[in-house]
């Protein structure tokens, strides 16, 4: 997947994703058509992003789920590959934050995060899942 730069040559900061759900598909071959609907999943505002001074830092997400109310146990956190169950997650503003608790190593680390919701609407219930994953540099002191 390409990343979007900016006239700088830096990614955004501002990023999201939005799940699109296949409702109906009709026909075959090149008469085929297919409806879809947008689901209301997202995750943005991450951080942090780009260089860092703290080997302590607060990692922070904006998770929402539009059709339904998201609970912590629809979301997990990765920091460097290791799950974190330790975050703290509002349910009314979609606030996501979870506070390092040791203090990481200068160098490069990835956060992840995947969310997933279940709706349901006359045709069924259905699973929409999201996942964002970025970087910060913990700089050396």
Known sequence: MARRRRKNGRSPRRSSVRVVTVTRTKGSGASQTTSYRAAGLSITGVGPTGRIASSRPTIR?????????????????YLDGSEKIRFHYDRVSGRLSYR??????????????????????????????????WTFTVARR
């Open 61 to 77: 997400a904006t998770v929402r789920d539009e059709g339904t109310n998201l609970s912590k146990r629809d979301i997990r956190l």
């Open 100 to 133: 390092v608790r040791g203090a990481l190593a200068p160098g490069t680390h990835r956060v992840e995060i995947e969310a997933e919701a279940e709706s349901g609407d006359s045709r069924g219930r259905s699973n929409s899942t999201a996942r964002k994953g």
